[in-house]
């Protein structure tokens, strides 16, 4: 890989010059069959996670307009090998009375391990379970749980809403901890509308999971207060723990967990400027600070920046303004940005972000990029990214590989989880409310080229 050169220093910033293509490699490309025979398409490719030494990837259909393949339902995909190809794990092929898929996209996918049972007691050997959520167009929240010795996914329902064609319900993220009062390994469920559920480990029901029948918290009592829409839409976008204590995100606040028997939680953080925004705080991450560990969350919105929130007394310092590092990048600043999709991943001792970034229509696409019209708006067409490393500093990058199409969004990152192989794993695309099909992508990279480090 070429020496990373600096283009400008900000602050704690700097932006990088964007990676050769031929410094990443094409991994999936949507729209062939797999060693079986099976279709695997998707517009965008929304999660990537390790487990049981492969890397499993979470396909949605979210906009798409279908080929000769014919209407399809979400996909878990997954690769054994770096050098492999990946294949369908699990296709999601229950129908609804109008021939429609139930299942439209992977929203949430997960690895929790359990070392304790229901009563804090051991397991004979740790247990690790992938569970996965889908946006089921039938009102109902379900967890499908993968049994590793057969590849079959196990289903339950957490949760049934009435069919809204406005509204779907759905999981966001999956978070895990030990409750320090009880002992009990936990598995949580950010699920819209009705809030965080919490599960144990129970070998005799179905998912091997057994889930609280009611939230934890609820989400009819959580201010929607910075967050554009009805109560119905605030979501749960991501858990951390920090400092032995489980964090979660809920719109533009951050609530703790207070362990014990009748858990509660509460809230430590609210975001004084939220701007206009769908979501809210995405990504939440614990990364060291002084005296302790401290946490990161991405603000989503035409008021995005990445704040670090002392969770000891909900303090909080911009690390960066999204807004103007782009902006300045870039030589167009955006009106409405994402960072940190679903997490942030830690690699190699710095932490990885997604970016996407919508552009304003009256602002012409500057030098070296290009926009792509959704309808309602413009967005940057690069999969670009940011690197922050140890210190706080901050850099970006872009996943410069050719699929034939843009990449839009980086909204997935992973390591690789096999053995040797020091590198990273990017997916992405987002739909955008705007007709798609084959769009979803995932690139890989060697470390050095993902973390913009001269070899």
């Known amino acids: 890989m070429r020496r990373l050169a600096w283009l400008v220093l900000l602050g704690a910033c700097a932006f990088g010059e964007p990676a050769a293509a031929d410094d990443f490699q094409l991994s999936y490309i949507a729209g062939g069959r797999d060693a079986a025979g099976r279709f695997m398409g998707g517009t965008e490719m929304r999660l990537l996670v390790a487990h049981g030494g492969r890397l499993f ?3 949605g259909y979210w906009e798409d307009r279908p080929g000769p393949e014919g209407v399809q339902g979400a996909q878990i995909l997954a690769l054994d090998a770096p050098g492999g190809s ?8 229950e129908r609804m009375g109008n021939g429609r898929p139930r299942d439209l996209a992977v929203g949430a996918l ?70 320090r009062v009880t002992g009990v390994d936990l598995v949580f469920a950010g699920q819209d509308p009705r809030g965080i559920f919490s599960g144990t480990y129970d070998p005799a029901v179905a998912g091997r999971i057994r889930w609280g029948a009611a939230p934890e918290l609820d989400l009819s009592q959580v201010p929607a207060e910075g967050i554009s829409g009805r109560n119905g839409y605030l979501r749960v976008p991501s858990f951390a723990e920090a400092n032995g204590q489980l964090y979660a995100t809920v719109g533009q606040h951050v609530y703790e967990r207070i362990d014990g028997a009748a858990p509660q939680w509460r ?42 929130i002392d969770p000891r007394n909900g303090g909080e310092t911009t690390e960066l303004d999204a807004d103007d590092f782009l902006g300045s990048a870039w030589g167009m600043r955006p009106n409405y940005t994402i960072v940190a999709y679903n997490d942030m991943a830690k690699v190699g001792g710095s932490v990885l972000m997604g970016v996407m970034a919508f552009i304003p229509r009256t602002v012409p696409a500057a030098a ?16 670009w990214y940011l690197v922050r490393d140890p210190g706080g500093r901050y850099r970006l990058h872009q996943v410069a590989a050719n699929f034939g199409h843009p990449l839009v969004a980086v909204r997935t990152i992973a390591a690789s989880p096999f053995a040797g192989d020091a590198a ?4 992405g695309y987002d739909a955008n ?21 001269a070899r």
């Open 86 to 93: 990946w294949r369908v794990d699990h296709q999601f092929d």
């Open 110 to 179: 997960f690895e929790v391990n359990f070392a304790t049972d229901a009563r804090g007691a051991a397991l004979p050997r740790p247990v690790s379970l992938l569970v996965a959520s889908t946006w089921d167009l039938t009102g109902a929240t379900r967890v499908f749980t993968r049994d590793d010795a057969t590849g079959a996914w196990l289903p339950m329902t957490l949760a049934q809403e009435r069919r809204d064609p406005n509204f779907l319900p759905q999981i966001r993220s999956f978070g895990q901890h030990r409750d």
């Open 433 to 453: 409310k705007a007709p798609a099909h084959n769009t979803a992508w995932v690139a890989r990279a060697s470390l050095a080229t993902a973390l913009g480090v």
């Open 57 to 59: 990837a979470g396909n």
């Open 267 to 308: 809230l430590v953080y609210t975001n004084p400027r939220p701007g206009h925004s769908e979501t809210g705080l995405r990504g939440l991450t614990a990364v060291p600070g002084p005296g302790g560990e401290v946490l990161l969350a991405a603000v989503e919105g035409n008021a995005s920046r990445i704040v670090r």
């Open 424 to 427: 990273v794993y990017f997916g």
């Open 368 to 383: 070296g990029h290009a926009l792509v019209d959704v309808g309602y708006g413009q967005v940057e067409s690069g999969a």
